[in-house]
């Protein structure tokens, strides 16, 4: 989905409802953006970030609730797209009675958003959001949740990369592919153990020791570069970018040798017009936000009881959605992040339609 400029605001985004919340004495203040329940009540975490201003707050929570949206409609949930924002700093004012005021505003919403964790925000986070409301998913397992959802995420991101495999070599195996991965961290470990088993050889990269220490002592076999330029620059056939987001950007698309771009990070292109500089490079991008939903299927499934078979299963799906952005790129010429786009709309609009069916 494009990016917004941050003077647009909540009338020109086409958002459904946007609420902000206040509670003076815990020092909440929080912005949750609904983008759309055309799908469903909307799914997305709750970010807790020292923002400059309430302006970037601001932006920031529209152009997060609307690719929840589209996230949300490729992941073939029944739910729309929305996401909140806590402007303030988590490790000088997150406190049980400001977590749980947040909880009482997303109550105050009667089900028409559910959130979750995001950046700043964790598992336990989300148990004390739940004193409070039933909307919140995202929960330690001790209190009915699914737990840490990047297994999920590492296991799509595995489907999406063998789509596109499949789409470019013919075979969705990774055997004998040089696989990149850029961040060894809660994805990338189990990402490049998939790779590992399927006989993919990795090259990757960490900025932190501890990561760096952890693929030493598990995965000898892995080769370890010193930086992300190193990577992108590597003899590789898929980069798969698992820290942060911009991954994708002037610099590293005209030196970058995979052919195949599949990975965790959010938001990778670093502005718009980079998905047709991959495409004119001749490098099959597979969108982020497509390959990257296991998580949010991991909570999704939660809010049903959660299955880890189940949500296993959908998290497997990735592959289908994957191959069928492919194809619809290359049928209706365009780079698969508009073809991505263009399904996700497709299914809000035919989908979410048929709510004007009166039932009684
Ligand atoms: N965890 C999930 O379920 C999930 C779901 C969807 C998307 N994502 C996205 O996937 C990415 C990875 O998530 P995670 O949960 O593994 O996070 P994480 O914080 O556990 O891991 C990120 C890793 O990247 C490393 N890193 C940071 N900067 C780097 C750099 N410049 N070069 C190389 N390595 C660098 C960090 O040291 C860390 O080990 C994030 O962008 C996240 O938003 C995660």
Request: with cysteine.
């Amino acid at each position: 989905m494009g990016v917004f400029a941050s003077t647009d605001d909540p009338v020109s985004t086409g958002h459904e409802q946007v609420v902000f919340c206040q509670d003076k004495q815990s020092g909440l203040k929080a912005i949750i953006g609904i983008y759309s329940t055309a799908l469903g009540p909307a799914l997305g975490g709750t970010r807790f970030y020292p923002y400059a201003s309430e302006d970037d707050a601001l932006a920031d929570v529209l152009d997060l609730s609307r690719g929840m949206a589209y996230k949300n409609a490729l992941a073939g949930l029944d739910l729309g797209g929305g996401k909140a924002v806590i402007w303030g700093d988590p490790e000088q004012i997150k406190s049980e009675a400001l977590l749980r005021a947040y909880g009482r505003f997303v109550e105050s919403l009667g089900g028409r958003y559910y959130t979750a964790c995001d950046v700043g925000t964790y598992v336990a986070d989300m148990d004390v959001v739940a004193r409070e409301t039933r909307y919140v998913t995202g929960r330690s397992v001790e209190h009915g949740g699914a737990g840490d959802s990047s297994i999920l995420t590492a296991w799509g991101v595995f489907q999406g990369m063998r789509a596109a495999a499949e789409h470019v070599w013919g075979t969705p195996s990774l055997q004998g592919r040089r696989v990149g991965v850029a961040g060894l961290g809660k994805v990338g470990k189990y990402l490049t153990g998939h790779l590992l088993d399927d006989g993919a050889e990795v090259v990757a990269t960490d900025v932190s020791p501890k990561a760096l220490a952890w693929v030493r002592a598990n995965h000898p076999q892995v080769t370890l570069v010193d930086d992300a330029s190193a990577l992108v620059a590597a003899d590789i056939d898929v980069y798969a970018p698992c820290a942060l987001g911009g991954a994708l950007n002037d610099d590293t698309v005209p030196a970058l040798r995979a052919k195949v771009v599949a990975g965790a990070a959010n938001n990778q292109l670093a502005h718009p017009g980079i998905e047709k500089l991959l495409a004119d490079r001749g490098i099959l991008y597979t969108p982020d936000y497509v390959v990257n939903a296991g998580g949010v299927i991991q909570v999704a499934d939660e809010i049903e009881g959660f299955n880890f078979d189940r949500a296993k299963l959908r998290a497997t799906r990735i592959y289908d959605t994957t191959r069928e952005i492919l194809r619809l790129a290359d049928a209706e010429g365009v780079p698969p992040a508009v073809a991505a786009d263009r399904l996700a709309e497709r299914r809000m609009a035919d989908v979410g339609r048929l709510r004007a069916i009166h039932l009684r």
